[in-house]
């Protein structure tokens, strides 16, 4: 059972409400924390620690709700709808550029999850021959909003490529039936098209490419921060205790996550050895779990100014590293 949660997306509604207890009986304060996507491999430390009490522990009732995408997210935290969410961060800059009251407070992917897949049998033989072929994904997808900034990176004019509108979930078939010459997907997910497409499979990780910006972070809403500034940094000193304990040791963690989203646990535990890899950036061994770089998060901001256009912005407004616990290092 878990204890000091409410699991509010449809995909939960046949999950247990806890019991009482004398932790669930104390006076807790409600936060809503919307994730950028379905539950996978990579929120399984929060659904790990809300099962163990720990939120609970802290005075906090979490009610977790499944996301539609980064920009959803953002919206609902920037209006205030919900008190914390999930997002990529370029989407929250652009989010905060066009007047979303939203601040980052815990980073989870250091790295860019940002990659572009192929079929070798298609003639694609590297990401440098996608001039004049076809890119499918939904109109709202991350990378396609940043494509400005990441075709200078692969070194394509931008306009040379067409991008054709597809479901999210149709990336994979749209690419295997040949709808699509390439697409866009986040990097926690690339156990799916090794399994798919095996040798076959064309890939190359922007972060490798010189396009590396942050990738998902905790964000939360701006006058929530300045109203409860005590139950924001329970929050983030809670799940950053929940993501050191599962880097530690993942099988509960992924088992957790397998169980309250119905997921199979070895493509779970796959996908956070994915998600490992993008929390893990070089600072590793020396910065807290969920630090912002400085000349980093310009750096992010610079790429998002280059494909997007917005009322520009002091980019450590958008930030704060204020509330992380400076004594839980993210682990070599």
């Given at each position: ?231 924001a940094r329970a929050f983030v000193e809670v799940t950053q205790r929940a993501y050191a304990a599962c880097l530690a ?62 009322d520009a912005f002091a980019v450590e407004d958008a930030y704060t590293n204020g509330l992380l616990d400076e004594t ?5």
């Amino acid at each position: 059972m878990v204890t000091g949660v409410k699991l509010t997306a449809a995909v939960f509604t046949a999950a247990a409400v806890s019991v009482a207890s004398p932790i669930s009986a104390a006076a807790q304060d409600d936060v809503t924390l919307m994730l950028n996507w379905t539950a996978g491999g990579d929120h399984a430390p929060i659904y790990w620690a809300a099962a163990q009490g720990w939120y609970a522990e802290a005075g906090i009732d979490l009610e977790i709700e499944e996301g539609r995408g980064s920009g959803a997210s953002v919206q609902s935290v920037g209006v205030g709808a919900v008190e914390l969410g999930i997002a990529d961060m370029p989407t929250v800059l652009n989010g905060r550029g066009a007047g979303a009251d939203v601040v980052a407070v815990m980073a989870l992917y250091v790295n860019s999850p940002y990659g572009v897949y192929w079929l070798l049998s298609s003639g694609i033989e590297s990401y440098e021959d996608l001039a004049g072929k076809s890119i499918g994904n939904p109109p709202f997808d991350a990378a396609r909003q940043m494509w400005p900034a990441i075709a200078a990176a692969i070194g394509v004019e931008p306009d040379t490529v067409e991008f054709v509108n597809i479901a999210p979930e149709a990336k994979v078939a749209s690419l295997q039936s040949g709808v699509i010459d390439a697409t866009t997907h986040f990097y926690n997910v690339h156990y799916i098209y090794e399994r798919i497409f095996g040798d076959d499979l064309g890939f190359v990780a922007l972060r490798d490419i010189g396009f590396n910006p942050y990738g998902n972070a905790i964000i939360a809403h701006g006058a929530f921060l300045e109203q409860s500034p005590d139950l924001a940094r329970a929050f983030v000193e809670v799940t950053q205790r929940a993501y050191a304990a599962c880097l530690a040791d993942p099988a509960p963690c992924v088992a957790e996550l397998a169980s309250a989203a119905s997921q199979r646990e070895d493509d779970v535990m796959a996908n956070w050895e994915l998600v490992v890899e993008l929390m893990t950036g070089p600072d590793a061994g020396t910065a807290p779990l969920g630090h912002f770089d400085p000349a980093r998060m310009q750096e992010t901001y610079n790429f998002v100014a280059a494909s997007f256009e917005f009322d520009a912005f002091a980019v450590e407004d958008a930030y704060t590293n204020g509330l992380l616990d400076e004594t839980v290092v993210m682990p070599e």
